[in-house]
């Protein structure tokens, strides 16, 4: 079976400090993966997507990067954190190509910026 | 952006009661789904749904994808405590690259 896992589970960082949250996906191979931010336990918003090794697509301009050094691991960046960083993030993985667009979402890192 | 429309925002209900909430949207979409998130946890996948008019059930939980392909609801029958937490519609339109669109979810409250 498929799992999903981040780390850390909990991250309280100062301003100007840099940032690296790690997603692994086992159980499959080439997913789609996805990075997501939820601000106050609702809304998430799409940062990135990734279809394979070395591609990143961003959905939003902003502080942050994306990247995709193995097959079933995301790594989501930052050289400078900024207040509204803070947030819930949510990595997510998919099948694909499938007829079936499932997103399977792991447990989430809290980000504090302080 | 693409936004999908989710109503209630929120619904405090007594344990047995039956819930409804639902998702609108003003262009076509060939995917529902229905997420459940608790707190501090990533959301869990309840129901996919993929053909309009498709009825579908998870235990207590049905839901149906619309006629027009534009909206979806979720029901919730007789319901418990362990049914709090903010449930995600989803959908996906055609081209989308298996991107999602996410509603701003429904709060649910259920009083013993």
């Known amino acids: 079976s498929q799992t999903i896992h981040q780390w850390p589970a909990t991250l309280v960082q100062p301003v100007g400090s840099p940032l690296s949250l790690e997603c692994t996906v086992e159980?499959?191979?080439?997913?789609?993966l996805y990075w997501y931010r939820q601000a106050a336990g609702r809304g998430l918003q799409l940062l990135f997507y990734?279809?394979?090794?070395?591609?990143i697509s961003s959905e939003v301009p902003q502080n942050l990067s994306a990247s995709r050094p193995q097959d079933r691991q995301f790594i989501l960046s930052s050289k400078k954190l900024l207040l509204s960083d803070s947030g819930f993030y949510l990595c997510?993985?998919?099948?694909?190509?499938?007829?079936?667009?499932?997103?399977?979402f792991g447990p989430g890192t809290r980000l504090t910026v302080l | 952006g693409q936004q999908l429309n989710q109503s209630p925002q929120s619904m405090f209900i007594q344990e047995g009661e039956d819930v409804s909430m639902n998702c609108t949207s003003s262009?076509?979409?060939?995917?529902w789904l229905w997420y459940k998130q608790d707190p501090g946890e990533g959301p869990v996948l309840l129901i996919a749904?993929?053909?309009?008019?498709e009825l579908t059930s998870n235990g207590r939980l049905t839901a149906q994808f619309g006629i027009t392909r534009k909206d979806s609801f979720l029901n919730i029958s007789a319901s418990i405590p362990s049914d709090v937490g903010i449930y995600f519609c989803?959908?996906?339109?055609?081209?989308?690259?298996?991107?999602?669109?996410f509603g701003q979810g429904t709060e649910l409250s259920v009083k013993p």
């Open positions: 262009s076509i979409f060939n995917t």
């Open positions: 159980g499959t191979s080439n997913p789609n």
């Open positions: 749904l993929y053909k309009a008019g």
């Open positions: 997510a993985w998919s099948v694909w190509p499938s007829s079936y667009n499932e997103q399977f």
């Open positions: 989803a959908g996906q339109r055609d081209n989308q690259g298996g991107k999602l669109i």
């Open positions: 990734s279809v394979g090794i070395g591609q």
